[in-house]
């Protein structure tokens, strides 16, 4: 059995809203590591959608459903920036 074509539909979203986000931010932006924990946490906030191929998730949802995963998908990505400058400046004031 072959379970590599398997994958949580929220990946690709989340790590394009990463990306699209990341120059508001860019103390994050400049770290590989911190972007990294950006999408884990924001990734983490969501229901896992696993799916074979992105079709399979978008064609059972209605057009509300759609507006309502970007929403998630945006504030937790939001939540996330936040989160991990908020630490980053805590580690930064420990040292």
């Known amino acids: 059995m072959d379970f590599t074509s398997l994958y949580n539909h929220h990946e690709r979203e989340v790590f394009a809203a990463v990306m699209e986000t990341a120059p508001t931010y860019p103390v994050i932006e400049a770290d590989p590591e911190l972007m990294a924990d950006v999408a884990c946490v924001a990734l983490n906030r969501l229901p896992p959608r696993y799916i ?44």
Not at 56 to 83: M, P, W
């Open 52 to 95: 074979r191929h992105a079709v399979d998730y978008s064609f059972y949802l209605t057009e509300q459903e759609r507006l309502d995963v970007n929403a998630a998908i945006k504030e937790a990505v939001s939540y996330a920036f936040n989160f991990v400058q908020a630490r980053s400046v805590l580690r930064a004031k420990q040292k």
